[in-house]
């Protein structure tokens, strides 16, 4: 069992750049775990935006962040981030961060995931 809290949500300018911080709380562990940060917008679906395995480091990165978002992890801190640049008004959301433990592949869809963090707002306006 793993609880996750995300940071670094805001407000930007577009082309502006943010990054999201998904953290173990108390020190938990992220070892062994896959975890993937999702998004979503009011009125719209939920809509998977970079997954991470830490067994294998496989990366998925949707089309729509491809070459702007980029997911790492730093193990030592337990702590996964999203590095989101040249950011768009579409990219406006609520960013969750979501972690599935010993899975043999790399999830991309929420379902799979079996923790959740509280959410962070990011929004992208002039």
């Known amino acids: 069992h793993v609880q996750l809290v995300e940071s670094g949500g805001g407000l930007v300018q577009p082309g502006e750049s943010l990054t999201l911080s998904c953290a173990g709380s108390?020190?938990?562990?992220?070892?062994?775990?896959?975890v993937g940060w999702f998004r979503q917008a009011p009125g719209k679906e939920r809509e998977g935006v970079s997954c991470?395995?830490?067994?294998?480091?496989?990366?998925y990165s949707a089309s729509s962040v491809k070459g702007r978002f980029t997911i790492s992890s730093n193990n030592a801190k337990n702590t996964v981030y999203l590095q989101m640049d040249s950011l768009k008004p579409e990219d406006t959301a609520v960013y969750y961060c979501?972690?599935?433990?010993?899975?043999?592949?790399?999830?991309?869809?929420?379902?799979?995931?079996?923790?959740w963090g509280q959410g962070t707002q990011v929004t992208v306006s002039s």
């Open positions: 991470l395995s830490s067994i294998d480091s496989i990366t």
């Open positions: 108390g020190g938990d562990s992220l070892d062994g775990y896959a």
């Open positions: 979501l972690a599935a433990y010993g899975l043999g592949y790399l999830p991309i869809d929420s379902y799979e995931y079996d923790y």
